[in-house]
Every structure is written in structure tokens, then in C-alpha cells.
Nanobody, 121 residues
């Protein structure tokens, strides 16, 4: 079993930055891809980014490429999502997930509870 706990959401002005963290528990963490999804009010959940178990490969949705950076520290069982150049359309609940990256998304077996990110214009 893997348990995921997010932190770091909040309110920021457009153009600003936020960093999200996802702390994982469970031995399986280190063998899994980790990533983030987001869901804006009234919209479907969408894939944001994923990272391989070694941290050597990262994958991003086109909408965040060049602005968001995903990293992981397996010694701390934590993944980090650095979000720069935030836009109002980035406003959503961001959920950490763990599973396997496949064809442009993360097939997730485990989910965090989510953290709100709000970007004001």
C-alpha cells in the first residue's frame, strides 16, 4: 500500500509561483511512477505531469510544459511540483498519484486527497 499526502497549495497572482509536495509512505513508492493530476470546477480531471521511479524521465501535459517542473527525492519519499508562470486557467484541485505512466497519462493505483491551487488574474 502507498499513502500520499499533498501540501503547498494556496492563492497566488497570475505570473507567480507555487510549489506542491507529495509525501508518500509505503515501500512500493520507489518502484512507481509518481505524478499529478488536476481538476478544475466543472471540468474533467486532467493529467499534469509524471516522473519515473528513478527521476530520470519526466512527462508533462502540453498546457504546463516549460512552466512546471516535477522532481522526486526517493530518500525522502517525496515528489515536488514547482509551478512557475501560473495562469488563472491553472486554478484547480491538484492531486498526487502513483502508478505507471502509459501513453500520455498516469495509470494510478494510489491517490492523495488533493490540494487547492487558485490563481487570480
Amino acid at each position: 500500500q502507498v499513502q500520499l499526502v499533498e501540501s503547498g497549495g494556496g492563492l497566488v497572482q497570475a505570473g507567480g509561483s507555487l510549489s506542491l509536495s507529495c509525501a508518500a509512505s509505503g515501500r512500493a513508492f520507489r518502484s512507481l511512477h509518481m505524478g499529478w493530476f488536476r481538476q478544475a470546477s466543472g471540468k474533467e480531471r486532467e493529467f499534469v505531469a509524471a516522473i519515473s521511479w528513478s527521476g530520470g524521465s519526466t512527462y508533462y501535459a502540453d498546457s504546463v510544459k516549460g512552466r512546471f517542473t516535477l522532481s522526486r527525492d526517493n530518500a525522502k519519499n517525496t515528489v515536488y511540483l514547482q509551478m512557475n508562470g501560473l495562469k488563472p486557467e491553472d486554478t484547480a484541485v491538484y492531486c498526487c498519484a502513483a502508478g505507471k505512466y502509459y501513453r500520455g497519462s498516469l495509470k494510478s493505483d494510489y491517490w492523495g486527497q488533493g490540494t487547492q491551487v487558485t490563481v487570480s488574474s
